[in-house]
């Protein structure tokens, strides 16, 4: 059991992937998100530990990761302030990627690492049954979005 070589991610307006497409450069998966630091445990004061990041990862045509831009924004406790920050910060980036076409994306695993928290495609295809969702699958960090056959740009969450 493995993974496909190139992920489909379809675009869903106004949802959690509505922010994906392609531009001149290739391709682009952007986001503001929320994220806890490994060994954050998190209890009632999650609002005041949960991190709040503007997120662009770019892609190739044929896929491949090309590189990110992650900006740390606030905590979630200074809302709406971090995540009006993110949103700055992110439609600047967006609009150096001109032009921009809003559409179904195809990618490969990736993973970034940055400011302790792990940001990208990760396979977690497990052979154990008493492991993961069975069968092949990848999941988008931190957004926490799940893929797996049909491989259809379907993702659960």
Not at 22 to 48: C, P
Not at 116 to 130: A, C, H, Q
Request: charged share 25%; with cysteine; hydrophobic share 30%.
């Amino acid at each position: 059991m493995r993974l496909p070589d190139v992920i489909p991610i379809k675009y869903k307006p106004g949802y959690r992937t509505g922010r994906i497409g392609r531009h001149a450069g290739g391709q682009f998966f952007a986001d503001i998100t929320g994220a806890y630091q490994e060994g954050v445990r998190r209890g009632r004061d999650w609002r005041n530990q949960q991190r709040i990041y503007a997120v662009l990862h770019l892609f190739g045509d044929d896929g491949h990761h090309t590189g990110s831009n992650l900006r740390f924004t606030g905590v979630r406790g200074d809302s709406p302030a971090a995540v009006e920050a993110a949103e700055q910060v992110l439609s600047e980036w967006l609009a150096g990627l001109d032009p921009v076409t809003n559409c179904d994306i195809a990618i490969r695993p990736f993973r970034v690492d940055f400011d302790d928290i792990v940001f990208g495609l990760i396979d977690e295809t497990s052979d154990d049954p008493d492991q993961g969702h069975g069968g092949p699958r990848a999941e988008l960090y931190p957004q926490r979005l799940g893929f797996r056959e049909p491989w259809n740009g379907e993702y659960d969450t």
